[in-house]
């Protein structure tokens, strides 16, 4: 069955003329009334504490996972902020410094900040940013928005995750005693945590993906002048006023934060009742994230006898479950194509800092902050910088990516995310699903899922696939009417639309849908949603073909591309699931067993017909060879070869995220997309010089060619002993349990120390009688101090394909018990 929304598809005859994009639906210029997603009629008993004073039992189970349980949101909120910080205080703090813009004050304006996902410039620029937020008291106003601020029950989360982590510092003494030398006794540990502080971080979560990707751009745009005109970087000769013949789509992308190269993802399997062994729904998660810094996850369960009960995993700084279960649902993540944001080009008149518009002439918005800096000695001083804004967003000055601000135009993003601060109700609210049909319902309720799909089953058989996250409502009638020339080219080779600033507020405006939440954004309607009782996956492709029977289409490209070409990942996660069913049902125990199975869909594919030894043979491979032709094609810790064919891939032509059509024998066929392109060109000079090149790196970095995989691969992040793994690369070589290195903060001497990919993996099946399996494992360990005995326990149990039985019942969390005790503090 095909899902169509529209019969036409769009157009172009040329790089030089907007094509004639055509529109699907209406939009309407107001949003729905104020909604969250909470339940309605939330008493005040479950909002703040009993007496005025919070109280949470907090009982750790094996590998220090906490089962917090309270009688109100705000003493949950407690526990779950106690919790964390008694596991990743030296990241929460990094987190809270970062939100409250002191980055320079401590550490020094110059050091680079990296979240190790999107945001990276100097700790100045990141305080400047941030800093000009708090001065425009950005988060303020949307807790005082009817439209896009949080529930009473996610506020109650957030001020008793604040109190708790106070209370931790608390209990052991301050900071003095912390057992993580990375920050014990520091001085911006003796702030108390404020809610702010942690909206602020949310917020900033929020954005990693739009503003937060233009840090330098923005904190570092200035007019232009004789020696910095500002130019786009374009070939030598062309000029300003025509788009380039030929643009590097790679280099693009990577700038505007979809690096084929380094992509943030993950995979998610749901499997239904009619092809289950049990007849009920269940579950294969397993985000790729970085394994140091903020956005490593930790576990939790958090219970409201009687009102709330969910487990799974929160990343750092977020009180509230965010990929996880409960007794009748089980959601996971992976990163959604679509853009958070666009540009919009003006034209300047006179000056470069005034510009036109339908209502006139306008002059920028030139802001100024005072960040305070660590010097030299450790005495402090004030720095002034500066940025500029329409009323649309922040000016950026980004020639790399044809957007830089020239003397005839500059460019402003606007920032769905930047819009609203719905996330913790999203996810709050996800926790009290009763079927997948209303866990997508209580996600539109909030509209505050930020940039990230949604995989799921459920206890009665039913799975979905959607991507309802916050996506702005640019439909292919605006495209049509407001692309700028340089947008046009963007467009083509990016999907991004930048729009005509000169418009903004009038035709070039987003649109609203009637069903949306807020002005601006898609509403469900015109979001991708797929139901079934089969199967659906996702492995960070767009959301065309959550299951080859049903592809999705009709939808606006800025969410992402139809009939286009899979990943070798998201074929390998495809097979994972066909394979199975062509002969049984799949088992709870065979679709977690697919997490460690370490198949590279890659190697599968090209070696058919011998091809890639052949490959390795004109290349003068030698042994190489050899080890080639007897190679298993998995990345497990035994496995030989697998270096050979991990440096082969990443150096072979792409086309984006995926390998260049001219390297194989049969193309990519939109009605095979499971099973093309294939049958790799052997006779391929670019083929074989990928090879040769790939040898001769391994050669030179002395890594012998049949050394096993484990003695190679092992933990990277902060503190990790060198243990061996299994997995590998993930969209270049097909691998699902996908792992890379970047930036590892140990074992750097090893050719590949991981310190990104597979993290929070869950397993969950739904049984009879109520009863739910429930298997995890936190690849990284629960606790980034590596003084703590959960810093590597579960990296072990990882390395030997080994799952931690999540204690989800009481009777479980007492079987598994460590310790337990009930915390308390003034509300």
């Not at 002191?102 to 940013?129: C, H, M, P, W």
């Not at 390998?572 to 699931?577: A, D, E, F, L, R």
Request: charged residues 20%; aromatic residues 8%; positive net charge.
């Amino acid at each position: 069955m095909w899902t169509s929304r529209t019969s036409l598809a769009a157009t172009v005859a040329t790089l030089g003329l907007i094509p004639a994009l055509l529109t699907f639906g209406a939009h309407a210029d107001v949003a729905r009334p104020h909604r969250t997603g909470e339940q309605a009629g939330s008493t005040p008993s479950l909002l703040k504490p009993a007496g005025g004073v919070y109280r949470a039992t907090v009982t750790l189970t094996k590998h220090g996972i906490p089962h917090i349980e309270a009688k109100d949101y705000g003493s949950l909120g407690f526990g779950s902020g106690y919790a964390a910080a008694g596991t990743v205080m030296c990241t929460l703090a990094d987190v809270l410094v970062t939100a409250r813009g002191e980055r320079s004050r401590y550490f020094g304006a110059d050091k680079i900040y990296d979240d190790q996902v999107s945001v990276k410039g100097t700790n100045l620029q990141s305080d400047a940013l941030v800093t000009d937020l708090h001065n425009r008291r950005v988060v303020e106003k949307l807790l005082a928005s009817r439209t896009a601020g949080p529930g009473s029950q996610a506020r109650a989360m957030v001020r008793g995750y604040a109190a708790g982590v106070n209370r931790y510092l608390r209990s052991i003494g301050g900071a003095g005693h912390l057992t993580d030398k990375a920050c014990r006794g520091a001085a911006y540990l003796r702030t108390a945590v404020t809610p702010l502080d942690i909206w602020y971080g949310v917020y900033l979560a929020n954005i990693l993906a739009s503003t937060g990707r233009f840090l330098p751009q923005i904190v570092g745009a200035t007019p232009p002048s004789l020696t910095d005109p500002g130019l786009p970087q374009l070939p030598i000769g062309a000029r300003f006023a025509a788009p380039p013949k030929k643009v590097d789509t790679a280099a693009l992308l990577k700038g505007l934060g979809k690096d084929p190269s380094s992509p943030f993802g993950s995979n998610a399997t749901a499997i239904g009742g009619s092809i289950s062994s049990t007849g009920k729904g269940m579950l294969l998660g397993n985000p790729h994230f970085p394994w140091n810094g903020r956005y490593r996850f930790t576990q939790q369960q958090l219970t409201i006898p009687g009102h709330y009960n969910v487990a799974g995993a929160s990343l750092i700084g977020s009180p509230v479950v965010n990929i996880g279960w409960n007794k009748n649902v089980a959601w996971s993540h992976t990163v959604s194509t679509a853009y958070r944001f666009t540009p919009y080009e003006y034209k300047t008149l006179v000056s470069p800092t005034t510009y036109l518009t339908t209502d006139g002439v306008k002059q920028l918005e030139h802001r100024f902050v005072k960040v305070k800096v660590k010097r030299p000695g450790g005495k402090v001083a004030t720095v002034t910088e500066d940025m500029y804004r329409t009323p649309q967003g922040y000016v950026i000055d980004d020639p790399a990516e044809l957007m830089g601000w020239t003397p005839v135009s500059f460019f402003a993003i606007r920032d769905a995310n930047g819009e609203q601060l719905r996330t913790i109700d999203s996810f709050l609210n996800m926790g009290k699903a009763t079927d997948v049909h209303d866990l997508i319902k209580r996600q539109d309720a909030g509209g505050g899922i930020p940039w990230v799909n949604t995989i799921a089953a459920d206890r009665k058989g039913g799975v979905v696939y959607a991507d309802h996250s916050v996506v702005p409502n640019v439909s292919s009638a605006e495209v049509s009417r407001c692309l700028t020339p340089i947008g046009l080219l963007i467009y083509l080779q990016a999907g991004l639309p930048v729009l005509d600033g000169t418009r903004a507020t009038t035709d070039c405006a987003w649109g609203t849908d009637k069903d949306a939440e807020r002005p601006g954004i898609f509403g469900p309607a015109n979001l991708p949603v797929e139901y079934r009782t089969d199967w659906v996956v996702n492995a960070n492709d767009s959301y065309w073909l959550p299951n080859p029977e049903q592809p999705l289409e009709g939808y606006a490209r800025i969410i992402g591309c139809e009939q286009c070409q899979r990943t070798l990942r998201t074929r390998m996660v495809y097979h994972y699931v066909l394979d199975r069913i062509s002969h049984a049902k799949v088992t709870p125990a065979s679709l977690r067993g697919t997490e460690h199975q370490n198949r590279v869909m890659g190697a599968e594919v090209m070696s058919k017909n011998n091809a890639l030894v052949k490959v390795c043979q004109a290349a003068d491979g030698g042994s190489a060879c050899t080890v080639l032709a007897k190679w298993d094609k998995h990345s497990n810790v035994n496995s030989r070869g697998n270096q050979i064919f991990e440096e082969f891939v990443t150096r072979l032509p792409t086309s984006g995220l995926v390998p260049a059509a001219s390297i194989w024998k049969v193309p990519f066929n939109k009605a095979d997309p499971v099973n093309t392109p294939r049958d790799l060109d052997d006779t391929n000079t670019a083929v074989i010089k990928a090879m040769a090149d790939a040898l001769a790196y391994l050669k030179s970095r002395h890594i012998p060619m049949n050394a096993t995989w484990g003695s190679l691969q092992v933990a990277g992040d902060r503190g990790a002993p060198a243990i061996p793994l299994g997995g590998g690369l993930g969209d270049e070589a097909g691998n699902a349990n996908a792992l890379a290195s970047r930036d590892p903060l140990a074992n750097t001497g090893h050719y590949k120390a991981v310190s990104y990919g597979s993290s929070h993996i869950q397993a969950i099946a739904f049984l009879s009688g109520g009863r739910v399996d429930a298997h995890t494992i936190l690849t990284y360990g629960q606790s980034d101090n590596p003084a703590s005995p959960w810093s590597s326990d579960q990296t072990r149990m990882f390395a030997k394909k080994q799952w931690v039985s999540f204690a989800f019942t009481p009777a479980a969390i007492r079987r598994d018990s460590i310790s337990r005790n009930v915390i308390t503090a003034r509300y």
